[in-house]
């Protein structure tokens, strides 16, 4: 059978829900959460020399940008076909093939591809202060601009880490010297870039909007991360939790003429929105009932931009319902087992590096809109969803008075 014969069986197999496999995504850099039901003895399955696995990768269609001993499909989703590992195809395959029937007209038209992925970011420690490039910046070398939104689900987060709090942006009295100033100074001295910034307590069941161009230096609890189809950045904090970080962290998405040029790597800040007076009231996110009955309800979770957005949604112990939605969606497991669609469900308890899992899965537009039936087999427990998806029309649009 042909890739294109096998993409439009399992298409119609799964009456347009796709399963897929689990990926996990190692960094060479700070140190392994251990919350992402990974098996203690796999953290380091790829070998030490790639560093411990701290990512788990969701409806993705693009690489890690993961240095040069990443394998080409590092961070790329899989679509199971048989029931294991054996035969697997790659998920942007059956988004090639399958374009609008899969994700829509309206998506496909608009992007021509599925525009965004999720992951769970997992550190047992602060991340660097970093931004992420806007799109114009991004586009000189080869690049996506990277909006992104943070959730901080209850259900993985048993324990906080080393450092619970998360840095955004500059103090609204920092000066751009004071930043450049620092940055200068990156190869010579630990520039403790994260003086200039604010740092707020992670609030669990809550998130952030950040949009490219912010710094941030993210706090250790594992996060639910929906964000663009991009993994570029730039690295303004050169000592973060007793590791070093070279230049090349600093300067790796600036054109060549440019590696050397401090006003250029500072101009990748949106300065606006970085010393916002207000941040909190402008860009957290608590959650918002989108719908509730006896038997389920359903949150906003990400919102209030115009890319990216996602959903928690949480069936009561043993209730069935057909949830319905007017597009296409990736979602995760978190808690709970049971039926979704023509799949069987459950939470993964602890999974083995390469091996499948029945935990997460991608929701055509057309059987959205069909409604996909959920029964929670548990007796007590909920079976909660976390669903990720561009932003649309039925996403609300963020009021600062709310």
């Not at 829900?17 to 190692?26: C, E, G, H």
């Not at 392994?32 to 098996?39: E, I």
């Not at 996060?223 to 730039?234: I, K, L």
């Not at 548990?378 to 008075?401: G, M, Q, R, W, Y």
Request: charged fraction near 25%.
């Amino acid at each position: 059978m042909t890739n294109s014969a096998q993409i439009e069986a399992t298409f119609q197999k799964g009456e347009g829900i796709l399963k897929l496999l689990p990926v996990f995504v190692p960094r060479r850099f700070g140190s392994a959460g251990h919350r992402l039901k990974l098996h203690p003895d796999d953290y380091y399955a790829l070998g030490t020399q790639r560093g411990s696995i701290k990512e788990r990768w969701f409806s993705s269609i693009i690489p890690a940008m993961n240095g040069p001993l990443a394998a080409p499909d590092e961070g790329m989703s899989y679509v199971n076909v048989t029931g294991g590992t054996e035969g697997k195809i790659l998920f942007k395959d059956f988004v090639d093939e399958l374009g609008a029937k899969l994700i829509g007209e309206d998506l496909f038209e608009k992007h021509g591809t599925w525009p965004m992925y999720s992951k769970f970011f997992d550190f047992e420690g602060p991340l660097f202060h970093h931004l992420h490039l806007g799109f114009e910046d991004a586009a000189r070398v080869g690049k996506l601009g990277k909006p992104e939104s943070y959730y901080f689900p209850k259900q993985l987060n048993n324990y906080p880490g080393k450092f619970p709090v998360t840095y955004f942006g500059f103090d609204p009295d920092c000066t751009p010297e004071e930043i450049k100033a620092r940055l200068k100074k990156y190869m010579a001295e630990d520039i403790r870039i994260t003086e200039l910034s604010r740092a707020y307590r992670i609030e669990l069941g809550t998130g952030w909007y950040t949009a490219p161009g912010v710094i941030h230096a993210p706090g250790s609890y594992l996060t639910y991360e929906p964000q663009w189809n991009s993994d570029v950045n730039s690295v303004y904090e050169n000592i973060c939790d007793n590791e070093i970080y070279d230049k090349s962290f600093l300067n790796e998405n600036c054109p060549e003429n440019k590696m050397e040029d401090i006003d250029y790597i500072f101009s990748l800040l949106d300065w606006e929105k970085n010393v916002d007076p207000h941040y909190k009231k402008t860009f957290f996110r608590p959650p918002m009932m989108q719908r509730a009955t006896e038997q389920f309800e359903e949150k906003w979770i990400a919102y209030g931009n115009d890319y990216i957005a996602a959903k928690e949604l949480t069936i009561f112990p043993g209730q069935e319902v057909c949830i319905k939605d007017n597009f296409a969606y990736g979602c995760i497991l978190v808690q709970g087992h049971g039926q979704f669609g023509v799949h069987k469900c459950e939470t993964a308890t602890m999974l083995r590096f390469g091996q499948p899992s029945s935990d997460e899965f991608f929701v055509s537009e057309s059987a959205a809109k069909k409604g996909v039936v959920i029964r929670n087999e548990t007796t007590c427990e909920p079976l909660v969803i976390l669903k990720h998806f561009p932003a649309n029309d039925e996403t609300p649009v963020f009021s600062e008075e709310e």
